[in-house]
């Protein structure tokens, strides 16, 4: 029996059957037939020895020849693969989605809840304003007064301030009007009351950049402003001078004596005894207030440092000092204790000084006779 090779009868096969039916084989119909006859062929063969290696043998040819059926034949598992990593991408971008919808949503809720807190906030206070609605007396009750501004300042804590009543009653103002200049204006700026020269003010406030003439006017009206504010401190200063000669001014007074604000007297003998404020003149700028003692009866200056320096001794005049000892019975000491010199012991006579003036005296007219 002769034996053929694989490769010599599979091509004499498709020959063959190229040439009975006279037509094109493809590599489909090339695989399936060539693997048909290769069955009727395989009998004829020694099954111990082309058994195993002829199945092997189709097969290969069968890949071979069928290249296309390979491919369809692992169609199936690529899709399914693609399939899934389709499926595993879709999944992935639902999943990011819903992550940005869901941070989308918080930064909305995130948004609402401080718009909340924003009109829960207005709405508080729309209700004040509901609540507290709006009255012009209400207004001026809640502002500070001129009066309550001026003795807020620091330099002015040695003030109290003076009863609007006291100020508009016209006998306590008697001399003053010859004292200050733009008396009754300053009057109605510690009074807060509306100037009619105020809509005359107004009008030369709108002026023009260019007009040289209004711009100097206008300087001029903010330079008397600051005028009027010093006059006004003025003119408060000598009412303030005649409120506290007042019952109810000493009674004010008396709660700044006890806080002992003005200080307590330098001398040793008088057991840090409270001071009073007082002046030697009744002239606004004339000299600045003095402290007063009543337990030794002197007066002294101020520290350099003190604010009450950079007050006019008029604020509280020649009187106040005085008439306040009398009138809560502040008595000074009758047998006052100076101070005598002593040297080892043994004091100096007071006359000392005198009598060595003398004998000074004695000698310098002794030696011009000589000279003479």
Request: hydrophobic share 25%.
């Amino acid at each position: 029996m002769e034996f053929m090779s694989y490769n010599e009868s599979s091509n004499e096969i498709v020959q063959d059957e190229n040439q009975e039916e006279g037509m094109n084989v493809s590599d489909e119909s090339l695989c399936g037939k060539g693997a048909e006859h290769w069955e009727d062929v395989k009998y004829e063969i020694a099954d111990d020895v082309f058994d195993g290696d002829a199945n092997d043998y189709s097969n290969d040819y069968c890949n071979y020849g069928g290249g296309d059926n390979n491919v369809q034949r692992s169609d199936p598992i690529l899709e399914e693969a693609e399939e899934e990593e389709e499926e595993e991408e879709e999944e992935e971008e639902e999943e990011e989605e819903e992550e940005e919808e869901e941070e989308e949503e918080e930064e909305e809720e995130d948004d609402d809840e401080e718009d909340d807190d924003d009109d829960d906030d207005d709405d508080d206070d729309d209700d004040d304003y509901d609540d507290d609605e709006y009255d012009e007396d209400d207004f001026n009750e809640a502002t500070v007064s001129w009066i309550e501004w001026f003795c807020q300042l620091k330099q002015n804590i040695f003030l109290i301030e003076v009863d609007e009543d006291f100020i508009r009653d016209e006998f306590n103002l008697i001399g003053l009007q010859n004292k200050v200049p733009h008396f009754k204006k300053l009057l109605k700026i510690i009074l807060d009351e509306d100037d009619d020269d105020d809509d005359d003010d107004d009008e030369e406030d709108d002026y023009d950049e260019d007009d040289d003439e209004i711009n100097r006017g206008s300087e001029e009206i903010y330079k008397n402003k600051d005028i009027y504010e010093q006059n006004a401190a003025c003119l408060y200063g000598l009412i303030h001078s005649r409120f506290i000669l007042t019952s109810k001014g000493l009674a004010l007074m008396r709660e700044k004596y006890k806080s002992g604000i003005y200080g307590t007297c330098p001398s040793i003998y008088c057991d840090n005894a409270k001071l009073l404020p007082t002046a030697i003149s009744e002239v606004p700028k004339f000299l600045s207030p003095l402290l007063y003692c009543p337990r030794c009866c002197e007066t002294y200056y101020p520290h350099k440092n003190s604010l009450i320096n950079q007050l006019d001794g008029s604020y509280f005049g020649t009187s106040f000092a005085s008439f306040f000892a009398l009138s809560f019975n502040i008595q000074s000491d009758k047998k006052k204790i100076y101070y005598t010199p002593q040297i080892c012991g043994f004091t100096i006579n007071r006359d000392i000084r005198e009598t060595l003036y003398m004998d000074m005296n004695k000698d310098n007219s002794e030696s011009s006779e000589e000279y003479s």
